[in-house]
């Protein structure tokens, strides 16, 4: 989630509605300045006993943030209080319970972007030696109730925190115990988001299968291969799910702000603070009525925090950010931006994603994003057959993709390579998931503990 370090009170006031797709429009870039940011979370654990560490105890989170220094990072602070590190590699945050987030630098290739995650790996990890900690690559925290985590010193966290059981049974759990890898990427005009918008949702579920990393809950196999994306079907009706406006005619900016506009409030930041603004209205604060602000009307800087309070499976801000995929060890860090990068950066490859999907109907969408958190690859496609059946040749379009972008690195290798994980996952028709249930099953004989030697970075 996003990280604040000023109120911008000298922001535009919103005048007009026209302002509000001004954001959007403004993330249009030509091909060759489309760039890829990647984030990437993990989970930190204390080596002596597995504990999630707080903010404040010995060698705990905030200390674990500070070390960062000696790799040149710069504090963020909130209250006083550090909450994130910003450095040439982009920032380094918290996740509500102390999940520590990478928010990569925009860069122009995979290379780049994997050679920044082994940067970042390779300081926490000699920080955490020093400091006793660990990190696990996971969707989802395998063997801690809620009440074992530690709640971190953010603003919106605390609002958060009291408004989510008001709006699902899960978003708690959403917040605390789960992790993530993203991936944010660019578009040329409005039509060009809108095609890869209508793609990247539609195939969302097919990142979901494959990355699923979640099968365990409170130290027992919960019944999901993503538990994580689980998760998100109960966390907020109103800011999650599948969006079927987005293939609607007319779909484009408009109407994106339009479906903002209906997305409650969280908050609002002034002055170094986050004012509790919880289940109110954009529509209201537009026409100076917001009750925690009365007579003030929002900046663009508070649309710009609005649309980031949003969460479905592909989110709009000035760029397309995909959000299906479930935590996971350094390389399926690499493997996502390379899936997504190669079936939208390159046209041809596009296009040809495009067709496979174009003719699903809103029911099936919305079946196989429900069906997969259970089913992976098993999971029903709208024209027949399941995920199994077309991942392969999804996974060639992306590989087409990139070889046709032809970035290549000192050694020249193009980007094809970063896709292996993947490609391994769909030969073995075995999901990350039902490796370790294998292994729960198997070889750790139903004990949880050993997940924190095969999953540690």
Same mark, same amino acid.
């Given at each position: 989630?996003?990280?604040?370090?000023?109120?911008?009170?000298?922001?535009? !006031?919103?005048?007009?509605?026209?302002?509000?797709?001004?954001?959007?429009?403004?993330?249009?870039?030509?091909?060759?300045?489309?760039?890829?940011?990647?984030? %990437?979370?993990?989970?930190?654990?204390?080596?002596?006993? %597995?504990?999630?560490?707080?903010?404040?105890?010995?060698?705990?989170?905030?200390?674990?943030?500070?070390?960062?220094?000696?790799?040149?990072?710069?504090?963020?602070?909130?209250?006083?209080?550090?909450?994130?590190?910003?450095?040439?590699?982009?920032?380094?945050?918290?996740?509500?319970?102390? +999940?520590?987030?990478?928010?990569?630098?925009?860069?122009?290739?995979? %290379?780049?972007?994997?050679?920044?995650?082994?940067? %970042?790996?390779?300081?926490?990890?000699?920080?955490?030696?020093?400091?006793?900690?660990?990190?696990?690559?996971?969707?989802?925290?395998?063997?801690?109730?809620?009440?074992?985590?530690?709640?971190?010193?953010?603003?919106?966290?605390?609002?958060?925190?009291?408004?989510?059981?008001?709006?699902?049974?899960?978003?708690?759990?959403?917040?605390?115990?789960?992790?993530?890898?993203?991936?944010?990427?660019?578009?040329?005009?409005?039509?060009?988001? !809108?095609?890869?918008?209508?793609?990247?949702?539609?195939?969302?579920?097919?990142?979901?299968?494959?990355?699923?990393?979640?099968?365990?809950?409170?130290?027992?196999?919960?019944?999901?291969?993503?538990?994580?994306?689980?998760?998100?079907?109960?966390?907020?009706?109103?800011?999650?799910?599948?969006?079927?406006?987005?293939?609607?005619?007319?779909?484009?900016?408009?109407?994106? !702000?339009?479906?903002?506009?209906?997305?409650?409030?969280?908050?609002?930041?002034?002055?170094?603070?986050?004012?509790?603004?919880?289940?109110?209205?954009?529509?209201?604060?537009?026409?100076?009525?917001?009750?925690?602000?009365?007579?003030?009307?929002?900046?663009?800087?508070?649309?710009?925090?609005?649309?980031?309070?949003?969460?479905?499976?592909?989110?709009?801000?000035?760029?397309?950010?995909?959000?299906?995929?479930?935590?996971?060890?350094?390389?399926?860090?690499?493997?996502?931006?390379?899936?997504?990068?190669?079936?939208?950066?390159?046209?041809?490859?596009?296009?040809?994603?495009?067709?496979?999907?174009?003719?699903?109907?809103?029911?099936?969408?919305?079946?196989?994003?429900?069906?997969?958190?259970?089913?992976?690859?098993?999971?029903?496609?709208?024209?027949?057959?399941?995920?199994?059946?077309?991942?392969?040749? !999804? #996974?060639?379009?992306?590989? +087409?993709? #990139?070889?046709?972008?032809?970035?290549?690195?000192?050694?020249?290798?193009?980007?094809?390579?970063?896709?292996?994980?993947?490609?391994?996952?769909?030969?073995?028709?075995?999901?990350?998931? +039902?490796?370790?249930?294998?292994?729960?099953?198997?070889?750790?004989?139903?004990?949880?503990?050993?997940?924190?030697?095969?999953?540690?970075?």
């Amino acid at each position: 989630m996003s990280t604040r370090e000023a109120s911008d009170r000298d922001d535009p !006031v919103i005048e007009t509605l026209d302002q509000l797709a001004a954001p959007m429009a403004a993330g249009e870039k030509p091909r060759e300045a489309w760039r890829i940011g990647t984030e %990437h979370e993990k989970f930190v654990y204390d080596t002596s006993d %597995h504990h999630a560490p707080s903010y404040d105890e010995k060698g705990g989170i905030r200390d674990l943030l500070l070390a960062l220094e000696e790799f040149g990072w710069e504090p963020i602070l909130e209250g006083g209080k550090v909450i994130a590190m910003k450095g040439a590699d982009g920032t380094v945050s918290l996740e509500p319970a102390g +999940q520590l987030e990478l928010s990569g630098a925009p860069l122009e290739n995979l %290379h780049q972007t994997c050679a920044e995650t082994g940067r %970042h790996l390779n300081q926490v990890k000699a920080i955490g030696e020093r400091l006793g900690k660990g990190f696990l690559g996971l969707g989802m925290w395998p063997d801690k109730a809620r009440a074992d985590l530690p709640l971190m010193p953010k603003g919106r966290y605390d609002i958060m925190t009291r408004h989510m059981p008001r709006v699902g049974s899960l978003g708690l759990d959403m917040m605390l115990r789960t992790c993530t890898i993203q991936v944010n990427l660019d578009y040329s005009s409005e039509a060009d988001m !809108v095609q890869k918008f209508r793609t990247s949702l539609a195939l969302q579920p097919l990142a979901t299968a494959l990355f699923a990393n979640s099968p365990f809950t409170e130290g027992k196999p919960n019944g999901m291969l993503s538990y994580r994306s689980h998760i998100w079907s109960d966390t907020d009706p109103a800011r999650t799910g599948m969006l079927p406006f987005v293939f609607e005619d007319g779909f484009g900016y408009e109407r994106y !702000v339009e479906y903002m506009l209906d997305v409650p409030m969280y908050f609002v930041f002034r002055d170094g603070k986050y004012i509790d603004a919880a289940g109110l209205s954009f529509r209201d604060f537009l026409k100076g009525e917001l009750s925690v602000l009365p007579g003030e009307k929002p900046r663009i800087s508070d649309w710009n925090d609005h649309l980031s309070t949003a969460f479905p499976e592909v989110r709009l801000k000035s760029f397309l950010e995909m959000r299906g995929a479930d935590g996971g060890p350094w390389n399926r860090i690499c493997a996502l931006p390379a899936l997504w990068v190669g079936l939208l950066y390159d046209q041809g490859a596009l296009d040809a994603a495009w067709a496979l999907v174009k003719d699903w109907d809103l029911e099936g969408r919305e079946t196989l994003r429900s069906s997969v958190p259970k089913l992976g690859l098993d999971a029903p496609i709208p024209t027949g057959g399941t995920l199994r059946d077309i991942a392969g040749e !999804v #996974l060639d379009i992306a590989r +087409q993709g #990139l070889a046709a972008r032809g970035r290549l690195n000192a050694s020249g290798d193009n980007e094809t390579g970063y896709l292996e994980p993947l490609a391994e996952i769909v030969a073995s028709g075995r999901v990350p998931a +039902q490796r370790l249930l294998d292994l729960y099953n198997g070889e750790w004989q139903g004990e949880i503990a050993p997940i924190y030697k095969v999953k540690s970075f």
